[in-house]
Structure formats: structure tokens, C-alpha cells
Nanobody, 125 residues
Framework: QVQLVESGGGLVQAGGSLRLSCAAS????????MGWFRQAPGKERAFVAG????????YYQAAVQGRFTISRDNAEKVVYLQMNSLKPEDTAVYYC??????????????????WGQGTQVTVSS
């Protein structure tokens, strides 16, 4: 079974930074496309950033482009989301997800096969 475990969430002031980590076990991490999603209360789960299987391509939702960076370390089976210049509207539960097909970077949650438990990010004003 593939398991994804997020860490690094917390409470930060607006303008601050956090780095989220997602550690994978089982499966074949280096063949997966990986994504980060977030869900705020009353909102649908929304795509934040994605990265292809070898880390050569990435894609960002417009609201975070220029502030967030997704990266991966296939040797360690970890995907990261570096979040800078955080805003209160970034407050959400953040989830990492894996697409085992590795065929692309998808914005729809339905394209992903495995999900972490989520980690809370709260940005105060």
C-alpha cells in the first residue's frame, strides 16, 4: 500500500514562510506525478501545485505562482512545498497526492490515486 504523510504545517504570520513535506512509502515514488492541494472550510479541494515524475516540469495555480515552489527528492521519496509570502487566504488544510500513472500533471483531484492525511496551515493577519 502507498502511504503519504505530510508534515510542516502550522500557524504563521502573514508574510512568513513554511515548508511542507510529504514522505512516501510503498509503491514506486519515482514514477509518480505528485500534487499539492488545499481545502478551506466551505470550499472544494483545489489544486495548488504539481510536479512530474522526474521533477523536470511543474505547474502552479495562479494565486500561488511566484510565492510557492514545489520540488521532489526521489532518492528520499519526499515532495516539498516551499511557501513564501504567505497570505491569510492561504489558510487551509494542505494535502499531497500521487498519480501512479505518471502521465502528466493534473489539476483535478480525481486524477490522483493516493492521498495524505492533510496538514493544517493557518496564516494570521
Amino acid at each position: 500500500q502507498v502511504q503519504l504523510v505530510e508534515s510542516g504545517g502550522g500557524l504563521v504570520q502573514a508574510g512568513g514562510s513554511l515548508r511542507l513535506s510529504c514522505a512516501a512509502s510503498g509503491g514506486s515514488f519515482s514514477t509518480y506525478s505528485m500534487g499539492w492541494f488545499r481545502q478551506a472550510p466551505g470550499k472544494e479541494r483545489a489544486f495548488v501545485a504539481g510536479i512530474n515524475w522526474n521533477g523536470r516540469n511543474s505547474y502552479y495555480q495562479a494565486a500561488v505562482q511566484g510565492r510557492f515552489t514545489i520540488s521532489r527528492d526521489n532518492a528520499e521519496k519526499v515532495v516539498y512545498l516551499q511557501m513564501n509570502s504567505l497570505k491569510p487566504e492561504d489558510t487551509a488544510v494542505y494535502y499531497c497526492a500521487a498519480d501512479r500513472s505518471g502521465l502528466g500533471i493534473w489539476q483535478s483531484p480525481s486524477r490522483y490515486d493516493y492521498w495524505g492525511q492533510g496538514t493544517q496551515v493557518t496564516v494570521s493577519s
